[in-house]
Each structure stands twice: as C-alpha cells, then as structure tokens.
C-alpha cells in the first residue's frame, strides 16, 4: 500500500510559477514510478508527467513541455512538480500518482491516487 499526500497547491497569476510536493507513505517508495494528471471541471483526469523510480526518464504531455519539471528525492519519500509560466488553463486540481509499472503512469489505471491539490491561474 502506499499512500499520497499532495501540498503546495493555491493560486497564482498568469506567467507565475508553483511547485507542487507529494509525500508517499511506506518504504517501498522508490520502487514506485510516479506521476502527475490534472483535472478541470467537466473535463476528463489527463495525464500532465511521469518519472522512473530512478528519476533517469521523465515525459511529459506537450501542454506542459517546456514549462513543468517533474523531480523525486527517494530519501525523502517525496516526488515534485515545478510549474513556470503557468496559464490560466493550467488551472485544475492537480492529482499524484504511483505505479510499480513506469508505462502505466501516463494512465488512469494508474495503481494509486492522492486526494488532489488545487491550482489556480489567474488571467
């Protein structure tokens, strides 16, 4: 089991930057690839980055490429996500995720979920 507590939500302004922290429970943490998805309302949960157990491979959805940097410290049990030049339709609540199957993060069917934090960009 593994647990997932996601912080560093809250809202900014257009061209502003955030950075999110999800902290997992359990000593098996860096056994597990993680990953980031968002969702808007009346929009479906997307997949925004994904990173290795490792932190060798990273990918990312091309909304956010170029903007967002998805990071882990395994000591710390915890995995990030810098967010930088944010726009307004980065606005949604920003889930964590983790899978024992790195291909699988980039999927709902993802084995475990946060319970989400809130991002908001003003315009």
């Known amino acids: 089991q593994v647990q997932l507590v996601e912080s560093g939500g809250g809202l900014v302004q257009a061209g502003g930057s955030l950075r999110l922290s999800c902290a997992a429970s359990g000593r098996t943490f860096s056994s597990y690839a993680m990953g980031w998805f968002r969702q808007s309302p009346g929009k479906e949960r997307e997949f925004v980055a994904t990173?290795?157990?490792?932190?060798?491979?990273?990918y990312y959805a091309d909304s956010v490429k170029g903007r967002f940097t998805i990071s882990r410290d395994n000591a710390k049990n915890t995995v990030y996500l810098q967010m930088n030049s944010l726009k307004p339709e980065d606005t949604a609540v920003y889930y964590c995720?983790?899978?024992?199957?790195?291909?699988?993060?980039?999927?709902?069917?993802?084995?475990?979920w946060g319970q989400g934090t809130q991002v908001t960009v003003s315009s």
């Open positions: 990173i290795s157990w490792s932190g060798s491979r990273t």
């Open positions: 995720a983790a899978d024992l199957d790195y291909g699988n993060t980039r999927h709902i069917s993802v084995d475990y």
